[in-house]
């Protein structure tokens, strides 16, 4: 289990890397001076950053510690959403009915409610 997590922190590195176009040697330069071994080490999963090289890794690509951790995959949802949110959501919602039941979008009902 201890291998498949530091491999999908590697992982999560390599992509938010190769997303910023770079090579590990630029990351490593550009996260306090990391040797691309050390860069390489990580996103293979021999190795495992700590949580202060994580955070010059994070830093370095512009990414926050959970977005390389996984842990923003599995943020809770909002109780509430904006009232903003939620009429942008129902407007679009009332277009794209009435332009599959081809009826007018002032004569469609939303009825929204909560659990």
Do not use: H
């Not at 992509?15 to 050390?38: E, F, H, N």
């Not at 949580?51 to 995959?73: F, Q, R």
């Not at 009435?98 to 007018?104: L, R």
């Amino acid at each position: 289990m201890k291998g498949a997590l530091m491999l999908k922190i590697g992982d999560r590195i390599r992509k938010a890397r190769l997303a910023k176009g770079w090579s590990q040697k630029m990351l490593g330069a550009s996260a306090g001076g990391r040797d691309v071994t050390q860069i390489n080490g990580y996103e293979c999963g021999r190795s495992k950053p700590s949580m202060p090289v994580l955070k010059d890794i994070a830093a370095a690509l512009n990414v926050s510690v959970a977005d390389l951790t996984g842990e923003s995959e599995v943020a809770s949802p909002s109780p509430l959403t904006p009232i903003d949110d939620l009429e942008t959501l129902v407007r679009e919602f009332k277009k794209k009915f009435s332009d599959i039941a081809q009826v007018d979008a002032s004569r469609v009902t939303v009825q929204v409610s909560y659990p």
